[in-house]
């Protein structure tokens, strides 16, 4: 089937390129395996920088200076270096550091052998940095009557941190961990570089096959898209459901 | 492994003008990209908001398509698309027109959601003494809304620095290509990626550092 783009067939404008949609609807299976291991490795990112992220937010809020000001550091050093500059250094400069043969290299052969390992931890890194901003804005917001109602019942500082603004800040800063897996899954798209399979690997693949790019790209950002929107919908679904007790 | 780094920067040393000229291209690019997508955002947020049903409608979707695709597919799309019909377009354009639609759109989304903010209570007291629609945009509702646009200017600006490293996806010598480029040729890359990373942040952190002051400049004449 091929379509014209704009121009009906009668005009007999002859164009040098006519669209031919099997290239993309016979690979529909690259396209769907791309798709979910893109929402995996937005998974994986969210999930360990929610960890990351929440154990920084925390140690930054301890008020302990040193502590404070090296993960300010980190923070503002990921913030400002681009996520392929990030995914570079893990995927070449890792091995570089550590010699072949010696025991730390075989450590880090085992626990980051392919390049989709390499990338998620790159992409959790990043993400833990965005989440630490976001979970101390809603560290911050967390008002003080909740926390001297905390101390005036005797919580001290880690269950008054688990019991009193871990909830309530959960609560808050949902939204933006929405919003946060969002932008990681719209963020998985350059992990086709180092060789990972996932929506934009499909899409490359179109066109080193078949010499289609603007069908593989446009069937790669359609579901991009269609699949943000799902996704935001969803959530905002999900958001609305948890119940408001504070 | 202090030799190899001593040896690492004296390579990075002695490639500087390469690394050099790509920084000099991703400089050019930045620059034509911000203004580009600024121009683009203004009109776009304007338009969004006092547009007519067809100008909205159309706004509204091009911001939704492109602030829902990832960079790399509106990079890829404007590389490919003008191509494959006829219309030949520079690799530097084609990335620069990419990078600028990206930065349009959200700048939209920035202007729109500043001149609403102030738009609420202001226009409504414009109105009332008398200012038409002109004097009213210009004297009432712009000077309050530039200094809520400039913290998320600056961050678009500082994610427009760092879209331009994608330019290695469709070969552009920007800073990132020079920086794996000559990585790859020497071997070294852990002394090549600590540049690229001091780089990048001296020049990402001087640009917010630079808006937060504007910010701050700004404030003084507001009530």
Known sequence: ?246 | MIEDTKEGMSIVWDNRILLWNGLKYTFRLFASVVFLASVVGIFGGVGLLYGNRIVRTILRAYVDIIRGTPLIVTIFLIFYVPGGYGLNVSPFSSIAFALAIFGGAHMSEIVRGAIATVAQGQSDAAKSIGLTFWPRFFFVLLPQAVPLMIPPWTNLAVDLFKGTSLAILVSQPDFLFAIQKRATAKGHFISFYFTAIVVYFVCCFAMSQLGAWLGRRMRFGVA
């Open chain 1, 1 to 246: 089937m091929t379509t014209p783009l704009f121009w009906p067939d009668w005009l007999k404008l002859r164009l040098p390129y006519s669209l031919r949609w099997e290239a993309v609807f016979d690979n529909k299976d690259v396209f769907i395996e791309g798709l979910l291991r893109s929402l995996e490795l937005a998974a994986i990112g969210l999930a360990i920088g929610t960890v990351i992220g929440l154990i920084c937010a925390f140690l930054r809020s301890s008020g302990y200076r040193p502590l404070a000001w090296l993960i300010t550091a980190y923070v503002e050093l990921v913030r400002n270096v681009p996520l392929l500059l990030l995914v570079f250094m893990f995927q070449f400069g890792l091995p570089q550091v550590f010699p072949r043969g010696s025991t730390e290299r075989d450590f880090i052969l085992d626990v980051l052998p392919t390049s989709y390992r390499t990338f998620a931890v790159a992409l959790s890194i990043y993400a833990g940095a965005y989440l630490t901003e976001i979970f101390g804005a809603g560290i911050l917001s967390v008002s003080r009557r909740y926390l001297d109602a905390g101390r005036s019942i005797g919580l001290q500082r880690f269950a008054l941190a688990r019991y009193v603004t871990g909830p309530i800040m959960f609560r808050t800063v949902l939204p933006s961990l929405s919003n946060t897996f969002i932008s990681l899954f719209k963020d998985t798209g350059i992990a086709f570089f180092i060789g990972v399979r996932e929506l934009s690997f499909a899409a490359s693949y179109i066109n080193t096959e078949y010499f289609r790019p603007i069908e593989g790209w446009v069937a790669a950002g359609v579901l991009y898209l269609i699949t943000a929107w799902l996704l935001a919908f969803s959530l905002r679904f999900l958001e609305s459901r948890i119940r408001w007790t504070v």
